[in-house]
């Protein structure tokens, strides 16, 4: 993989990490439940999660294992993030 495929790889990873849980069910504004309701709200839980799976998959594809242990530790990081958070708002 060269640097441009990264540049890119980089670049929608930050789009989808920003725009996945605002938009894991449209309806309401960002703060209109509080700032604690994506931390509670299993739609944007599961997206945080499925960001998560995509990151780890995405460290599968990048060769440098420095971005392998970034994208890997991410996905871990965020995935364990939702099932903490899930566990803690049940």
């Known amino acids: 993989m060269n640097l441009a495929a990264i540049r890119r790889l980089s670049v929608a990873g930050v789009a989808v990490l ?42 599968l594809l990048v060769r440098r294992p420095a971005f392998q242990r970034g994208l890997a530790t991410c996905g871990f990081v965020f995935v364990a993030a939702a099932v903490v958070f899930r566990a803690l708002g049940a």
């Open 18 to 59: 920003f725009a996945g849980p605002a938009m894991a069910h449209p309806g309401h504004a960002l703060t209109e439940h509080g700032c604690i309701h994506w931390a509670n709200s299993p739609f944007h839980l599961a997206t945080l999660a499925g960001i998560g799976v995509v990151f780890g998959v995405g460290s």
